[in-house]
């Protein structure tokens, strides 16, 4: 069974969703992260001004304190608010009485601060106090932060600043040690402090429901900006790995399709050539390590070719499909069907118990091959030929095997077709003949061993000499003169026609410009073009560059093709032969009667000349049918504004027949056979105008 194997694209789908939610989860993270830090900044922002603001009002403080330490205190009036300082009773001076009556007490500076701090928490919500571990006055007893802080400063600690609740309301708090000076051994000397000793600390506590109110907001913000920026990369992930999701798909579809046209005919869907030999070998190890048999089927159809030119290729390729279909539905599903290329098929057949089981599959196949084919309105007849080698007493290579399947099913041709033939040793040696063959024409392509024969073409009418007919023939240096029936066929088969082809139309173009510089001119020279060497790629591109080099053809070269170049439409046969008329090339329809010679071709496409096929030409004197079609095919060319060759005249009656009809042109044994060059360069001498 034909399984497209397990690609790549699988393992890349798993890891391309892995990477997406490594990127998903990242991301998040990379977000939160973010946010994190964004909220930790503002926290910190937060108490940074809380900060800023605690410090400027301690230093507010310190600085009403310095004024009031520098001048030694304030005098005030006695009242409920100032009352007299139980503290300051040991010094003299703490109450005074003005001329006027006036009762005053003194405020040292700790008690005028401690007033401006009430004052300015009764306002700002900002409170202030002075403490110490050793209070004088209760009310600046410490609370356990303090104590802490206080002890801290006896320590060596500057500041000492935290985030604390009071009354149930977060405060910042920041506190600095109080130092003696002398301004300050007034009031506390005789409590035996000295000048730089650490008297207590000042502190202030900012209020923070104001800052984290704001701070909320703008974490608020944040978190709902940082949302935002999380769901457009979450969403964009999401693109991404779709679209990528998509490339994977779309490259696995093409790896799929890549690796089936590299591995499957894309006409039948059979394993091809390459799929074919990998299959082979496999099945042939499988068979070696289980001492089994195995059979391979090598199957040709039996006048495909001639369907094919008949009724067009994409018929024939319908009529391809319908026999691969046959073909599978006679094996068994371990075996293996394969079109190795245009007509041929093969079958491998595994674990074989007894070879004889293979006859009765090749039998099964010739059955089911020569049913009828209807296709498109059409009933087509086929036969196939069928050359069967088996493993391992005709060989354990699968390149061996292939090739005595190959020369079985030649030999099943030769002996009446619609058979199958077991491949035999004596075989190879008929097979080596085809082989040597091929060989040899390479080596004839190479060495020179081609040489065009030319045979004139007459004006029917007045027997004036106006072109003629390039055909090549082969000199083989062990075979003589080899007629073109005799190796065109394997040229064709080989693929040899094609640069065959191309030889003799360099040098028909070259023998016709030695002609023009001798003054020997004739109008026209025809050169026979295979449906091959036509349909190949890249062929109208270098006729076009051929006719741009070669000016004195312009005009003169007449393409003889046969009807089955038309068939095949979807090349565009049409579009390719206008535009090769376009620069002058003639065409002509050669052997014009014997195929399917249909009159919608000739109005459809390009055409100038029509050829008669000299089997019609033979009898036209004695047959009444022939002489009918000849003149039925003069009649119809004319009318379509085509002119007429008439090929193989070889009697006057015949040229007199034709003569009669209207024929334009003829050419044939009545005038000469086709001769090497010199002869028919003496031969334009004698019939020609020397200009």
């Known amino acids: 069974?034909?399984?497209?194997?397990?690609?790549?694209?699988?393992?890349?789908?798993?890891?391309?969703?892995?990477?997406?939610?490594?990127?998903?989860?990242?991301?998040?993270?990379?977000?939160?992260?973010l946010l994190y830090l964004a909220i930790s900044n503002e926290n910190s922002d937060m108490l940074e001004l809380a900060r800023q603001e605690a410090v400027a009002n301690y230093h507010k403080d310190q600085a009403f304190r310095v004024w009031g330490t520098k001048h030694g205190g304030v005098y005030v009036p006695v009242s409920e608010q100032t009352p007299r300082n139980p503290y300051l009773a040991h010094i003299p001076e703490r109450d005074l009485v003005?001329?006027?009556?006036?009762?005053?007490?003194?405020?040292?500076?700790?008690?005028?601060?401690?007033?401006?701090?009430?004052?300015?928490?009764?306002?700002?919500?900002?409170?202030?106090?002075?403490?110490?571990?050793?209070?004088?006055n209760p009310i600046n007893t410490p609370d356990e932060w303090e104590i802490a802080a206080l002890k801290g400063f006896e320590a060596g600690e500057t500041e000492r600043i935290d985030v604390r609740e009071i009354d149930g309301h977060p405060f910042l708090r920041l506190m600095r040690p109080m130092i003696m000076n002398e301004g300050c051994v007034k009031c506390h000397g005789e409590y035996g402090y000295q000048v730089g000793d650490v008297r207590g600390g000042v502190g202030v506590s900012v209020p923070l429901a104001g800052y984290i109110e704001v701070t909320n907001e703008h974490k608020q913000n944040l978190l709902v900006g940082l949302g935002l920026i999380w769901v457009i990369g979450m969403v964009s992930i999401q693109v991404v790995g779709r679209n990528s999701k998509q490339r994977v798909k779309e490259r696995k579809q093409y790896e799929e399709k890549i690796w089936h046209q590299a591995n499957f005919d894309t006409l039948t869907g059979l394993s091809n050539r390459s799929l074919f030999l990998d299959r082979l070998e496999r099945a042939l190890a499988y068979a070696r390590r289980h001492d089994y048999k195995l059979a391979l089927l090598f199957i040709d159809l039996d006048g495909f070719k001639d369907v094919n030119d008949t009724l067009g290729h994409a018929h024939g390729d319908l009529l391809l499909q319908e026999a691969a279909k046959r073909l599978q539905a006679c094996v068994r599903e371990m075996d293996t069907v394969s079109r190795l290329g245009g007509d041929e098929f093969t079958v491998i057949l595994p674990e074989l118990a007894e070879s004889i089981s293979a006859a009765t599959v090749a039998g099964t196949i010739l059955t089911s091959l020569a049913r009828p084919y209807v296709i498109e309105g059409h009933e087509t007849q086929l036969t196939?030929?069928?050359g069967i080698t088996v493993y391992p007493q005709d060989g354990d290579d699968p390149g061996m095997l292939l090739q005595n399947a190959d020369t079985a099913m030649y030999r099943a041709k030769a002996e009446g077709r619609n058979t199958f033939r077991y491949f035999t040793w004596e075989m190879n040696k008929e097979a080596g003949g085809r082989v040597a063959m091929?060989?040899?024409?390479?080596?004839?392509?190479?060495?020179?061993?081609?040489?065009?024969?030319?045979?004139?073409?007459?004006?029917?009418?007045?027997?004036?000499?106006?072109?003629?007919?390039?055909?090549?023939?082969w000199i083989s240096p062990e075979n003589g003169i080899v007629g073109p029936s005799e190796f065109i066929p394997l040229a064709e088969k080989s693929g040899l026609i094609i640069p065959i082809g191309e030889w003799v139309m360099r040098q028909a173009a070259s023998d016709l410009a030695k002609w023009d510089a001798m003054g020997l001119k004739i109008e026209h020279l025809s050169v026979n073009v295979s449906m091959l060497q036509f349909q190949a790629m890249g062929f109208t591109k270098k006729m076009l560059?051929?006719?741009?080099?070669?000016?004195?053809?312009?005009?003169?070269?007449?393409?003889?093709?046969?009807?089955?170049?038309?068939?095949?439409?979807?090349?565009?046969?049409?579009?390719r032969l206008d535009t090769l008329r376009k620069e002058g090339v003639g065409i002509a329809i050669d052997d014009f009667g014997t195929g399917y010679s249909s009159l919608g071709y000739l109005k459809r496409f390009?055409?100038?000349?029509?050829?008669?096929d000299r089997s019609f030409i033979r009898d036209v004197i004695n047959d009444p049918d022939d002489a009918s079609l000849c003149e039925a095919i003069i009649a119809m060319a004319h009318h379509l504004k085509l002119r007429v060759v008439a090929e193989g005249v070889e009697t006057e009656q015949q040229l007199q027949f034709l003569q009669e009809r209207g024929c334009d042109f003829a050419q044939g044994f009545l005038f000469s056979k086709p001769i090497p060059n010199a002869q028919f360069t003496d031969y334009m001498k004698n019939n020609l105008e020397i200009k």
């Open 438 to 473: 091929e060989a040899s024409l390479r080596r004839a392509l190479r060495n020179g061993e081609f040489e065009l024969h030319y045979q004139p073409i007459l004006n029917a009418r007045d027997g004036g000499l106006i072109g003629a007919e390039a055909l090549i023939r």
């Open 98 to 136: 003005t001329p006027s009556g006036r009762e005053l007490t003194l405020m040292n500076p700790a008690y005028m601060l401690r007033q401006m701090m009430g004052d300015y928490n009764e306002h700002y919500g900002v409170k202030g106090k002075i403490t110490s571990l050793n209070p004088i």
């Open 384 to 386: 196939a030929s069928i």
């Open 606 to 612: 390009p055409v100038d000349k029509i050829k008669i």
């Open 545 to 575: 560059e051929f006719l741009a080099s070669q000016p004195h053809l312009q005009s003169r070269l007449l393409f003889e093709i046969t009807e089955s170049v038309y068939m095949d439409e979807s090349r565009d046969p049409g579009a």
């Open 1 to 33: 069974m034909n399984r497209v194997p397990i690609l790549n694209t699988q393992r890349d789908e798993k890891r391309l969703q892995i990477l997406l939610w490594i990127a998903a989860v990242s991301w998040t993270l990379l977000v939160v992260a």
